[in-house]
């Protein structure tokens, strides 16, 4: 089974509206990671926030993590067009070199 | 600056035929090296990773190997393709002994037929 869960599956929001994406695992992790992948490309690393933080931010992206309720949220402010993508969350859940992703959100954001 | 290339983009191949994707990286010495595989609407499985030349970790039993003849280079292959090959393969780095920052490459389309 899957070590990140992310929810919702997709979200659908106006262009200037703020988008949360959630994301749920299992075992205990040294590090969280989000990452985007626009239709048909490769994912690009987004932000990675490690298991003694508990709050990230770069530009418009703010992430959260809940280490007692093994949980994350992904927050993209005032979000643009541009950000239609696929977001996934990555877990270590404690190995050196391994990540599991999740099956991601889809975002669209309407112009 | 580091990049990564994989080839080729696209791929469409009959069932039973030998396969070959390539990837390498540019920019960086002894990354530690990833091959992915993603079904239609799926998140990210990950085959085999490799932290050094000749060392291959693989995850999933299949008809797939990978191996790594240089240092920046990692070879996906198979000796016969099944219909359940096809998907988007991703190649990625990254460096250090830790899940750190991983860096993907722009994918190959694998269609079996």
């Known amino acids: 089974s899957q070590q990140g869960e992310e929810d919702p599956q997709a979200l659908s929001i106006q262009e200037g509206e703020n988008a949360t994406m959630n994301c749920s695992y299992k075992t205990s992790i040294n590090n969280l990671q989000w990452y985007r992948q626009n239709s048909g490309r490769g994912l690009v690393h987004l932000i990675l926030?490690?298991?003694?933080?508990r709050e990230k931010h770069s530009g418009r992206l703010r992430v959260t993590l809940d280490t007692s309720k093994k949980s994350s949220s992904l927050l993209i402010t005032a979000s643009r067009a541009a950000d239609t993508a696929s977001y996934f969350c990555a877990t270590d859940a404690g190995s050196n070199y391994k990540l599991t992703f999740g099956k991601g959100t889809l975002l669209t954001v309407n112009p | 600056s580091q990049t990564i290339h994989q080839w080729p983009a696209t791929l469409v191949q009959p069932v039973g035929s030998p396969l070959s994707l390539e990837c390498t990286v540019e920019g960086t010495s002894n990354p530690n090296l990833y091959w992915y595989r993603q079904a239609a609407g799926r998140g990210l499985q990950l085959l085999f990773y490799?932290?050094?030349?000749?060392?291959i970790s693989s995850e999933v039993p299949q008809n797939l190997s990978a191996s790594r003849p240089q240092d920046r280079q990692f070879i996906l292959s198979s000796k016969k393709l099944l219909l359940s090959d096809s998907g988007f393969y991703l190649c990625a780095w990254s460096v250090g002994q830790g899940t750190y920052e991983q860096y993907f490459g722009p994918g190959t389309r694998l269609t079996v037929t």
């Open positions: 926030i490690r298991s003694n933080e």
């Open positions: 490799s932290v050094g030349i000749g060392q």
